[in-house]
């Protein structure tokens, strides 16, 4: 879903905007996502944020005042055709709910109740597939590649129906290489092998993709991050009596030899994103990583120093990391476009997406069987699978659309490719992969490259 503005009166009047982020900012400040350039319009003025759980836009009044329908308001749940004004006399709008195609929306509560009233008749495990499967086609959920929000939420839902998670939020994933069987990894093989046999026939006529698949791929990097929550006490916050531990991958290239890595907030600050840790935080528990690390190919995993992380204050969710110099001495550094520009046509994508389980696909049969016995954590199949020159990251090619602040292509990607580079069919990254959109097959989206440029040094 997602919310549509005819402007009515102020500078854009007679435009009607169809904005493809969850958050809407509004504003005088020209890196608002709806900029009003107008005396009446605060620079933070108001903002819209589309909420999942309950399948509707919410409006929130911030430095301006805000009239909806004539009346003044703080927050509202905005209806179609509400009309707002940003300010006494200032640009008014007629708000809208775009719907894609193929989009649904049933609300969280919605899936509970229904899930409870299956759970009633027909027990348990009847319940958790209507549930599940309400889920995956009845909620329009915008993802963070190269983090299992889902996974998230479906380890809370399982939580409220065991009746033991209420309070103490808690996700887990596969996390060692003999959790993925041996038909999940042969069926992304085969996938693969398809994907990279299209790739070689199309680089011989196109000199770009010819230079992504030879050298640029190699300037991509595995994200690894496994992260705890150290309490107010010092100690480790512990859930059945072991430390919680939260373990992803995501995506991220070399910009400079000074080291400096892009990928997305997500990604190097993954807690940030994640709600049902946010009460834990805010009464002081403090995240902090164990293990942090890029592996690009050919190279052995490198240590992230966490403080050399910088992120932006706003919404794009791009962010800038720093290894030492000498470790990436060997790794090109990627071609960033230096404008934005509307009239590229082709879009590559480059990264990590499936993360272990793709890796496990591309690596020599007999090192993965070997990993599998030994029940390999995700660090050591990574290490061992670096070890083995055997980390490459997967590209795919679609059609691109840019926009000032967000670039959309229909080039396959998924969680694990967060933070990886889009490239353009001249050779220059254009923006950086960050979300899918679930319910709209084949749109996914990337910020601006231009984003991720203003955090590098001067």
Same mark, same amino acid.
């Given at each position: 879903?997602?919310?549509?503005?005819?402007?009515?009166?102020?500078?854009?009047?007679?435009?009607?905007?169809?904005?493809?982020?969850?958050?809407?900012?509004?504003?005088?400040?020209?890196?608002?996502?709806?900029?009003?350039?107008?005396?009446?319009?605060?620079?933070?003025?108001?903002?819209?944020?589309?909420?999942?759980? $309950?399948?509707?836009?919410?409006?929130?009044?911030?430095?301006?005042?805000?009239?909806?329908?004539?009346?003044?308001?703080? #927050?509202?749940?905005?209806?179609?055709?509400?009309?707002?004004?940003?300010?006494?006399?200032?640009?008014?709008?007629?708000?809208?709910?775009?719907?894609?195609?193929?989009?649904?929306?049933?609300?969280?509560?919605?899936?509970?109740?229904? !899930?409870?009233?299956?759970?009633?008749?027909?027990?348990?495990?009847?319940?958790?597939?209507?549930?599940?499967?309400?889920?995956? %086609?009845?909620?329009?959920?915008?993802?963070?590649?190269?983090?299992?929000?889902?996974?998230?939420?479906?380890?809370?839902?399982?939580?409220?129906?065991?009746?033991?998670?209420?309070?103490?939020?808690?996700?887990?994933?596969?996390?060692?290489?003999?959790?993925?069987?041996?038909?999940?990894?042969?069926?992304?093989?085969?996938?693969?092998?398809?994907?990279?046999?299209?790739?070689?026939?199309?680089?011989?006529?196109?000199? @770009?993709?010819?230079?992504?698949?030879?050298?640029?791929?190699?300037?991509?990097?595995?994200?690894?991050?496994?992260?705890?929550?150290?309490?107010?006490?010092?100690?480790?916050?512990?859930?059945?009596?072991?430390?919680? #531990?939260?373990?992803?991958?995501?995506?991220?290239?070399?910009?400079?030899?000074?080291?400096?890595?892009?990928?997305?907030?997500?990604? $190097?600050?993954?807690?940030?994103?994640?709600?049902?840790? /946010?009460?834990?935080?805010?009464?002081?528990?403090?995240?902090?990583?164990?293990?942090? %690390?890029? @592996?690009?190919?050919?190279?052995?995993?490198?240590?992230?120093?966490?403080?050399?992380?910088?992120?932006?204050?706003?919404? /794009?969710?791009?962010?800038?990391?720093?290894?030492? !110099?000498? !470790?990436?001495?060997?790794?090109?550094?990627?071609?960033?476009?230096?404008?934005?520009?509307?009239?590229?046509?082709?879009?590559?994508?480059?990264?990590?997406?499936?993360?272990?389980?793709?890796?496990?696909?591309?690596?020599? @049969?007999?090192?993965?069987?070997?990993?599998?016995?030994?029940?390999?954590?995700?660090?050591?199949?990574?290490?061992?699978?670096?070890?083995?020159?055997?980390?490459?990251?997967?590209?795919?090619?679609?059609?691109?659309?840019?926009?000032?602040?967000?670039? @959309?292509?229909?080039?396959?990607?998924?969680?694990?490719?967060?933070?990886?580079?889009?490239?353009?069919?001249?050779?220059?990254?254009?923006?950086?992969?960050?979300?899918?959109?679930? =319910?709209?097959? =084949?749109?996914?989206?990337?910020?601006?490259?231009?984003? $991720?440029? #203003?955090?590098?040094?001067?």
């Amino acid at each position: 879903m997602r919310a549509q503005l005819l402007h009515l009166s102020g500078p854009g009047r007679g435009r009607t905007v169809t904005y493809a982020v969850p958050r809407v900012t509004i504003g005088s400040d020209p890196t608002s996502t709806a900029y009003l350039r107008d005396p009446n319009v605060a620079i933070e003025h108001a903002r819209i944020d589309w909420e999942q759980d $309950a399948c509707v836009f919410h409006l929130h009044a911030l430095e301006g005042e805000v009239f909806v329908n004539g009346n003044q308001v703080r #927050e509202v749940i905005l209806q179609d055709e509400d009309e707002i004004e940003f300010g006494v006399d200032g640009p008014r709008a007629r708000f809208r709910t775009y719907v894609p195609q193929g989009a649904v929306c049933k609300p969280v509560r919605r899936m509970l109740a229904d !899930a409870r009233a299956v759970a009633r008749e027909s027990g348990g495990r009847a319940a958790t597939e209507t549930l599940t499967r309400d889920l995956f %086609t009845q909620a329009t959920l915008t993802l963070k590649v190269g983090f299992p929000i889902l996974v998230i939420a479906l380890a809370l839902l399982a939580g409220w129906f065991g009746g033991w998670l209420s309070s103490r939020p808690y996700f887990e994933a596969r996390h060692t290489a003999d959790e993925y069987t041996r038909a999940e990894i042969d069926e992304l093989r085969e996938w693969q092998q398809a994907r990279e046999a299209t790739l070689e026939s199309l680089a011989r006529g196109n000199a @770009t993709l010819k230079r992504v698949r030879e050298e640029w791929r190699k300037g991509v990097c595995l994200v690894h991050g496994v992260y705890r929550l150290r309490q107010p006490d010092k100690t480790w916050w512990l859930l059945g009596g072991k430390p919680f #531990e939260a373990e992803y991958t995501g995506s991220g290239f070399l910009v400079s030899r000074a080291g400096h890595i892009v990928t997305n907030r997500h990604v $190097a600050v993954p807690w940030s994103e994640v709600g049902p840790l /946010q009460p834990l935080i805010a009464q002081g528990y403090v995240p902090e990583f164990v293990r942090f %690390t890029v @592996t690009f190919p050919g190279l052995p995993a490198i240590t992230v120093p966490p403080e050399s992380v910088k992120t932006r204050t706003d919404d /794009q969710d791009v962010a800038v990391l720093q290894v030492a !110099a000498e !470790a990436v001495t060997a790794v090109p550094v990627l071609p960033l476009a230096t404008e934005t520009r509307n009239d590229y046509e082709r879009a590559i994508v480059v990264g990590y997406p499936t993360g272990l389980a793709a890796l496990l696909a591309r690596a020599d @049969t007999a090192l993965v069987e070997r990993l599998q016995q030994k029940h390999a954590s995700m660090a050591v199949a990574i290490d061992e699978l670096a070890a083995a020159g055997q980390i490459q990251p997967v590209i795919t090619r679609g059609s691109v659309t840019v926009e000032e602040r967000l670039v @959309t292509y229909d080039a396959a990607t998924t969680h694990g490719g967060s933070g990886g580079p889009v490239f353009s069919g001249t050779g220059e990254v254009i923006a950086v992969n960050f979300a899918i959109q679930k =319910g709209f097959h =084949g749109l996914n989206y990337g910020v601006p490259v231009q984003f $991720a440029r #203003e955090l590098l040094p001067r």
